[in-house]
C-alpha cells in the first residue's frame, strides 16, 4: 500500500516529508520522491528502492520549499525504476496517487490523441495531465479538480500541487485512505495517522468522495457531489514511539514479543472479569436471531477467520461460509437476509474486503467488523465494530494482529453461544477462564525463542517446507506456511494432517522438512499418526506440542519445540508464537529483509 505525506508549511518540508514516508516504510514499497514548490517552480526528486536513496538524491540536490508533497510507491501499473516513481509531473501540476484508475487506458488514450505526451507506464500520469490540461485551460484547481474527479473510475487517495498556487494543495479519496491533520499555522495530508504523528494528533478523515483544499489556514472540504461540508477533527493517539524497535532487531520480533500485552488488553474489552461472561460493544441487533454467518478476508486474517469458523460452529451451531475477499463477489454468493456478514482486517481498508462488505450490505446482511483500526474506512461502515488494540503493527508480515484476532472471535463465538442458548453460564465462565490464561501462556511459548532460534539453521536450507495441522490447527499450519513463503522466500506448503495420504505426501523426501502442529488432546493420536506415515517415507520431522505430546511422539524428529500445555480453546493463539519466531529466525539465518519482504505491502488498496 503506497504512502502519501503532503505539508502547507511555514519552514522548509523537504526533511519532514522523507521522516513522514519513514514511517509510512511498514506499508511496503519500492520507489519514493518528493515534489516541492520553489520560486514559483515544482522541484522534484525522485528515486527506485529504498528510502536511502531518495535521502542520497535531496543530498546532493536538494529540494527547498515550504509546501511539498511526498510518495512512497507500491508497482501496479509499470515497474519499479524512478521514471514510474511518483510524484508525476508537468510543468504545471505534480501529483501522488496511491489507488488504481481502472479506465487509465482509455484516458492515457484520449490524451496521447490529443498530443499530449507521457513519460511512464503508470496509471497515475493520466491524472496529472488531466488537471494539468485543466490548469491550462484557465481553470482554478478547484474547477479542475471538480472536473477531473468524476471522470476516474478506481480507488485512488491523491495529494496535488500546483505551481501557480504555492500556498495549497489538494486531496482526494475514494477507496483508499486519507486524512487531514491541523497544526500551527500548518496544514497536513497524510495516508494514516501515524505519517502525521510527530506532526500533529488533530485529524480528520475524509469520508468516500471527499476531497480537499489545505492551506496554512485550515481545511476546506467538499463532498463527492462538491458541496462544502465539516469533519470531525478528532485526536488520533498515534505517537512516532509507535515506530520505533526499541532493543529489537526487527519490528516483526517487537510485535511477537508484544503479544501477551496486546491479547491481555484486547480481552479486557471483551470478558468481565469478576463475573467471568462475554462482553460486546453495544449490540443495535438481535444476535439471537443470526442463523448464518458469513466471514470474508485475506491472508493471515483469513485463516484467523477459519479458526473462527471451528468456533462459531462448534458453540453456537450456527453454520458458517468463508471466503477469501478477492473471490467472493465474483462466485455470486447466496446470502439469507438478514444474515451476519464478519469481515476481519488489520487496516480495515484492503480493497478486496471493502468492496465484499459493501456487497453484503446491498444483499441485507448485518456487518461486523474485526479491525485493528477503529477509524478505517470498514470500521465506519459496520454495524458492529470489534477492534483488535493491537496497536500499530510495522512489519508487514501479521503477527499481534492475527492473535488479537483470534481473540476478539473466540469471544465474540461464546457470546453468539450464549445469545443462541447453546451456552449456560457455566460453561461461558470455563471460556472466559481459558481465555484470560492466554497472555501467560502466550508468554510461556515466547520463553522458547531460544530453542527456536537454535534450530532455524535446519529449516534455512529448504526449498520446500510443509506444515501438518488437524482441526484449528489446520488453519495454524497454513498460517505458519504463509509465514515462511513472506519472510524467507521458501516454498512452503500447509496442509490438514489427513490430506497428506491424498497427494501431498508424494512430496516428501529427505530434504523436505515437515513441521507439525500437535498440541496433545483428542486430535493428537490421528495427527501423530498423520507424522509417522511421513517419517517412514524419510521426512524431516519439526514436532511442535507440549511435554506430553513431545515424550510421546517426539522421537526421530529432527528438532522439536515445547509448547505450554493448554486448552484447545486458546491452543491456536498459543501456537501462532512458535510458527512466527521459526519463520523470523530463518529469515534472519537466511539474511532476507524481515520487516519489509520483496513485492508485499502491509494493506493492498487495489484489487
Keep these: 500500500m503506497c504512502g502519501i505525506i503532503g505539508i502547507v508549511g511555514i519552514e522548509p518540508v523537504a526533511q519532514r516529508l522523507v521522516d513522514g514516508l519513514r514511517r509510512m516504510e511498514y506499508r511496503g514499497y519500492d520507489s519514493a520522491g518528493i515534489c516541492t514548490i520553489v520560486d514559483g517552480q515544482l522541484v522534484r526528486r525522485r528515486a527506485e528502492g529504498k528510502l536511502a536513496n531518495l535521502v542520497k538524491e535531496l543530498d546532493g540536490r536538494p529540494a527547498e520549499g515550504e509546501v511539498g508533497i511526498a510518495h512512497t510507491r507500491w508497482a501496479t501499473h509499470g515497474a519499479p525504476t524512478e521514471a514510474n516513481a511518483h510524484p508525476h509531473a508537468t510543468a504545471e501540476v505534480a501529483l501522488v496517487h496511491n489507488g488504481i484508475i481502472e479506465n487509465f487506458k482509455q484516458l492515457r488514450d484520449e490524451m496521447i490523441a490529443e498530443g499530449r505526451k507521457f513519460e511512464s507506464e503508470t496509471d497515475t500520469e493520466v491524472v496529472v495531465q488531466l488537471v494539468s490540461r485543466r490548469i491550462e485551460q484557465g481553470m482554478s484547481p478547484e474547477e479542475a479538480m471538480q472536473t477531473v474527479l468524476p471522470r476516474l473510475r478506481g480507488a485512488f487517495a491523491l495529494a496535488v500541487a500546483f505551481r501557480q498556487h504555492p500556498d495549497m494543495l489538494i486531496g482526494a479519496r475514494l477507496g483508499s485512505p486519507l ?55 478528532v485526536h488520533s493517539g498515534a505517537t512516532a514511539a509507535a515506530t520505533e524497535k526499541g532493543n529489537y532487531h526487527h ?121 485493528n483500526v477503529p477509524t478505517s474506512s470498514m470500521a465506519r461502515e459496520a454495524d458492529l465494530l470489534l477492534p483488535t488494540h493491537a496497536g500499530p503493527e510495522i512489519g508487514v508480515a501479521s503477527t499481534k494482529a492475527f492473535t488479537c484476532q483470534l481473540a476478539v472471535l473466540a469471544a465474540l463465538a461464546a457470546h453468539l453461544a450464549v445469545k443462541k442458548g447453546k451456552m449456560d453460564a457455566a460453561e461461558e465462565r470455563e471460556v472466559v477462564e481459558h481465555l484470560l490464561e492466554a497472555p ?168
Design 179 to 233: 486524512v487531514v491533520g491541523y497544526g500551527e499555522g500548518e496544514t497536513y495530508l497524510g495516508s494514516d495517522a501515524l505519517a502525521l504523528a510527530p506532526l500533529t494528533q488533530r485529524i480528520s478523515y475524509l469520508e468516500e468522495g471527499d476531497w480537499v483544499v489545505i492551506t496554512r489556514e485550515g481545511a476546506t472540504i467538499y463532498d463527492k457531489d462538491n458541496n462544502r461540508v465539516e469533519r470531525a477533527v
Design 251 to 371: 519490528f516483526m520480533q517487537k510485535e511477537i514479543f508484544e503479544q501477551p500485552t496486546v491479547v491481555a488488553q484486547t480481552l479486557r474489552s471483551y470478558v468481565r472479569q469478576l463475573e467471568r461472561q462475554v462482553a460486546l460493544p453495544q449490540i443495535d441487533f438481535d444476535l439471537s436471531k443470526i442463523d448464518r454467518v458469513t466471514i470474508v478476508a485475506c491472508g493471515t486474517s483469513y485463516y484467523a477467520g477459519m479458526v473462527a469458523k471451528y468456533w462459531f460452529e462448534k458453540f453456537a451451531r450456527v453454520p458458517v461460509d468463508i471466503d477469501v475477499a478477492s473471490e467472493f463477489r465474483y462466485r455470486d454468493p447466496v446470502l439469507p437476509y438478514g444474515g451476519l456478514a464478519l469481515f476481519i482486517s488489520q487496516s480495515g481498508e484492503t480493497a478486496d474486503t471493502l468492496a465484499a462488505l459493501r456487497h453484503c450490505r446491498e444483499a441485507g446482511q448485518t456487518i461486523a467488523v474485526v479491525v
Design 440 to 607: 501467560a501462556c502466550l508468554n510461556a511459548a515466547l520463553d522458547h525463542d531460544t530453542d527456536i532460534k537454535a534450530m532455524a539453521h535446519l529449516i534455512a536450507p529448504a526449498r520446500d517446507v510443509l506444515y501438518l495441522g488437524r482441526g484449528p490447527d489446520f488453519p495454524l499450519a497454513l498460517e505458519g506456511a504463509l509465514k515462511l513463503k513472506e519472510i524467507s522466500y521458501i516454498h512452503a506448503e500447509g496442509y490438514a494432517s489427513g490430506e497428506m495420504k491424498h497427494g501431498p505426501i508424494a512430496l516428501i523426501d529427505d530434504k523436505v522438512p515437515v513441521i507439525v502442529l500437535a498440541p496433545s488432546g483428542p486430535l493428537f493420536e490421528k495427527t501423530v499418526s498423520n507424522m509417522q506415515e511421513v517419517r517412514a517415507r524419510g521426512g524431516q520431522i519439526v514436532l511442535i506440542s507440549d511435554a506430553e505430546g513431545i515424550a510421546e511422539a517426539g522421537e526421530g524428529c529432527i528438532a522439536t519445540i515445547e509448547m505450554p500445555k493448554v486448552h484447545p480453546l486458546i491452543a491456536p493463539l498459543v501456537y501462532a508464537v512458535p510458527v512466527q519466531l521459526l519463520a523470523y529466525h530463518v529469515a534472519c539465518v537466511k539474511g532476507t529483509d524481515v520487516d519489509q519482504p520483496r513485492n508485499l505491502a502491509k494493506s493492498v488498496t487495489v484489487e
